[in-house]
């Protein structure tokens, strides 16, 4: 919502979420990946918002299934192919994250799964000429969710590794690094404003206290009982889907000859994100670097997720003489089907999540923030005018004062809001005496103020870091802008270059074919 107000006023790329902390605002768009945000704020134009959220997950569910059956249908035949992708849309996981922790974001990082396993392999078995695919495909999960992204980079890194070992040569290992490399720059609009400006945040807060993977473990033991109740839900949906994936694998064996190369990759791939769910692992947790990121270690129920699949899908025959199979895989989908219903029964969904937004959003009222995107130094529990969560915003319209006050009463103080969009404010001030005015505004360095057309610093008010202006007496123009820092040009500029050098790669390689095509073709 705040983003599509944000095309509203014409901006193309929003940074800054002007009604996060009850309109004070936060960098949020720095640091959340781009994709989900852009995709809803879409959906947002174009329905009613009650309806963004149903739609936004069937596209994604939709694009997870199309996915898989891309990545099946080069090893398994067309009812299998299409087995895995229904597998895969539905996996207990994706149910998860539907049900119960509507991670939209994370589910479409999930759906891309399959296309970066897929373009891996190519690039095993086909060389450079399907880099730039995998580069690309290895971007769009980093713009989509950041702790599916840092689980998508360990899960490459490994697949190229394991790819190299079988073949016993460097060159998938060496193409794929540069693959990668080609995906982060073509992230790095996103990738690395978001890496420079996390020491002006708090971007601890993302690994604080119950967040942490050492108190994420399947089966955790902890004081909150529903802490706990969540997180043994979410132990016995991995429990199933570890056990289910073991034994389709198994059976999946007798065949893996037919596709060794894709069976091998996923079977370590499953048996890592297994072991990675489990307390004995809390040392690599600690040790590879930004893996304390992915937050929750059942988060690697995704890369299992792809094995379940792939697996249960290979181990299905769908000819008349192996109808013990067909059963097996109905009661795997009937299985499925009883933990979706229960997930449902159990969910709190609420319709009047979307309209409550609304109207807060209308009313200047604003929604809550997040911890690890506050500005450093910040407090956003001891904010002013913190609404009552129990009284519904209406949709009346925000006055001036809502935005700008004095601190000193005393003195006779006009003021008159011109504008006030996220990246842009402006308003004149009329004071009689020095005064020092509170701005509905949080500070950060990339904002620029401007006082009857001088750029001049700014105050800070302790424990909020709400930003205060001091200003002589008489009659002043004030000009607020959200500024470009360098750290995002150079993302954009890195991310420019690299697809101009991608597509004359591809260009380049697509030329070179069609002349041995020619040379072929006249001899």
């Not at 299998?80 to 895969?88: E, K, N, Y």
């Not at 989509?144 to 460097?170: D, H, K, M, Q």
């Not at 001036?400 to 003195?411: C, I, M, N, R, Y």
Request: hydrophobic share 55%; aromatic share 14%.
């Amino acid at each position: 919502m705040d983003v599509a107000g944000q095309w509203r006023e014409g901006i193309f790329y929003p940074r800054w979420a002007e009604w996060a902390n009850w309109g004070f605002g936060e960098p949020r768009f720095i640091f959340y990946p781009p994709a989900s945000w852009i995709i809803g704020a879409l959906l947002g134009l174009l329905l009613p918002w009650r309806m963004v959220p149903g739609v936004y997950i069937w596209l994604a569910l939709i694009v997870a299934g199309l996915s898989m059956w891309k990545f099946a249908r080069e090893w398994l035949p067309q009812p299998q192919a299409i087995a895995a992708a229904a597998l895969f849309m539905v996996n207990p996981y994706n149910l998860v994250t539907v049900y119960y922790r509507s991670d939209f974001a994370e589910l479409l990082a999930c759906a891309l799964l399959p296309l970066l396993l897929w373009f891996a392999l190519d690039v095993v078995r086909k060389g450079a000429r399907r880099a730039p695919l995998l580069a690309l495909v290895f971007a769009a999960i980093w713009i989509s969710n950041a702790p599916e992204a840092v689980i998508a980079t360990y899960s490459l890194a490994l697949v190229l590794i394991v790819a190299s070992a079988v073949r016993r040569s460097l060159q998938p290992l060496l193409v794929g690094a540069a693959a990668m490399c080609a995906g982060f720059g073509l992230a790095a609009f996103y990738i690395l404003p978001a890496a420079f400006e996390r020491r002006w945040v708090q971007i601890g807060q993302a690994v604080s206290d119950n967040l942490q993977p050492a108190r994420n473990f399947l089966f955790t033991q902890a004081s909150d009982p529903e802490f706990v109740l969540f997180n043994w839900k979410v132990s016995w949906v991995a429990l199933g889907l570890i056990l289910l994936t073991g034994i389709a694998a198994t059976f999946a064996a007798r065949r893996r000859r037919e596709f060794a190369e894709p069976w091998w990759i996923l079977f370590v791939l499953s048996i890592v994100s297994v072991s990675l769910m489990f307390r004995p692992s809390l040392g690599l947790w600690r040790l590879l670097p930004n893996l304390v990121f992915v937050q929750f270690p059942w988060r690697w129920l995704e890369i299992l997720g792809l094995g379940f699949a792939f697996f249960a899908a290979a181990a299905w025959s769908p000819s008349r003489r192996s109808w013990m199979s067909s059963i097996a895989l109905l009661a795997v989908f009937a299985a499925i089907c009883s933990a979706g219903i229960a997930m449902v029964r159990d969910a709190w969904w609420d319709s009047e999540n979307a309209p409550v937004l609304v109207a807060a959003i209308r009313s200047a009222q604003g929604y809550e923030g997040t911890d690890e995107y506050q500005p450093d130094g910040a407090d956003r529990s001891e904010l002013p005018g913190i609404p009552d969560p129990t009284i519904r915003a209406d949709d009346a319209s925000p006055t001036p004062a809502q935005f700008v006050e004095s601190l000193d009463s005393k003195v006779d103080t006009r003021i008159r809001v011109g504008q006030w969009s996220a990246e842009q404010k402006s308003f004149m001030v009329e004071t009689v005496a020095p005064v020092t005015l509170a701005l509905k505004l949080l500070s950060y360095p990339a904002w620029q103020v401007q006082v009857d057309g001088r750029e001049v610093g700014f105050g800070v008010q302790p424990v909020t870091t709400r930003m205060l202006l001091p200003l002589n007496a008489g009659t002043h123009r004030v000009e607020i802008h959200f500024g470009r820092t360098w750290d995002r040009t150079a993302g954009d500029t890195i991310s420019v270059l690299t697809s101009v050098a991608l597509l004359g790669f591809a260009y380049g390689w697509h030329a070179r074919r069609r002349r041995i095509v020619r040379t072929a073709a006249s001899v």
